[in-house]
């Protein structure tokens, strides 16, 4: 019986662990350590997973076909997320100091050049059709980023365009995952895109959880603080469905639009939120892509690993980090 999203895959995922502490050794050893320090810092280690389940749910029978291109996933997102935390002026990452504040910005911006190298090393391995989905994952999160960046502080930023970002920001990355995990398992290629469309869509879901836990989470479980992209004037979808609010979007937008917030702006705002049905058009968007996500595997065969991702889906929306 399958309990947890993970409970079939746990092996593997500790074998995914081992082989990113392995990869990252350097000569100089402070390289090793800042890696270790970001990798280490736990994490869901939800990319890894859905090339892992993708596998196993269509018939993969070798861990160690998947293990290299899973921990590669999950290293080039910790790699993303030395960057993002300098970006963004990011304290904190899962409960600890932000790796460039631990360890200086130039040591943290080597440190993610290092684990982006030493993670296409190991996806190059692999022949020309995997290195290309990576590359082309890897391209959207640039994209999408540099796209982010030029809507900071615009409030009329579409829900059409928060799509576009986030798409390109998480879910074509999971969508490689899952696209990659069938191809090694000898899927043919209309199995390969329903297992992206998979991915894809709890990626989407993954990513607009991410944004309401940024207004209404508690900040010891989410291990940063809340409200990080009010204050940032990044438009996410509950700040974009709060500031349409017809009786507080006004006021909204005019906080979110200052450029010297504080925390008594920060905690209006939150309060403000909290009056209009904001986060639950979000959870509702949400529950979409999972319930979409779990059509894209009904053509599966019965399996626990099936089960899992249906899971898994769930588990997106209800979680509380």
Not at 235 to 253: C, F, H, Q, R, W
């Amino acid at each position: 019986m399958v309990l947890t999203w993970d409970s079939t895959i746990r092996n593997e995922l500790e074998m995914v662990e081992q082989e990113m502490r392995d990869r990252v050794f350097s000569e100089q050893s402070i390289l090793t350590e800042i890696s270790l320090y970001v990798i280490g810092s736990g994490g869901k280690r939800i990319r890894p997973a859905i090339a892992l389940l993708s596998f196993r749910s269509n018939g993969g029978e070798d861990p160690n076909k998947v293990i290299k291109i899973a921990s590669a996933f999950e290293m080039i997102h910790a790699a993303t997320l030395i960057h993002d935390d300098i970006n963004d002026n990011g304290e904190f990452r899962r409960g600890r100091e932000a790796a460039y504040k631990h360890y200086g910005t130039q040591r943290a911006l080597i440190a993610g050049d290092f684990l982006f190298v030493k993670s296409f090393k190991l996806g190059g391995i692999f022949n020309e059709v995997i290195v290309d989905m990576i590359a082309d994952a890897c391209t959207s999160i640039a994209e999408s980023e540099m796209l982010q960046i030029l809507h900071e502080m615009e409030t009329d930023t579409t829900i059409s365009d928060y799509i576009k970002i986030i798409e390109g920001k998480t879910a074509k990355f999971m969508e490689a995952g899952a696209k990659i995990g069938a191809y090694l398992a000898g899927s043919d290629a209309k199995r390969i895109e329903e297992m992206g469309a998979y991915g894809l869509n709890i990626g989407m879901a993954f990513q607009i959880m991410d944004d309401i836990l940024d207004i209404v989470g508690n900040q010891a479980s989410l291990g940063k603080p809340r409200g990080v992209d009010y204050m940032d004037g990044k438009p996410n979808l509950v700040l974009l469905y709060a500031m349409a609010d017809e009786t507080y979007g006004k006021e909204i937008s005019r906080s979110f639009l200052k450029k010297d917030k504080t925390q008594e702006d920060l905690g209006t705002v939150l309060a403000l939120v909290a009056k209009t049905d904001a986060v639950e058009k979000a959870k509702a968007l949400a529950r979409t892509y999972t319930a979409d996500a779990k059509e894209n595997i009904a053509s599966l065969n019965d399996s626990d690993y099936k089960a899992s991702m249906a899971i898994l889906a769930d588990t997106l929306v209800d979680r509380s980090t």
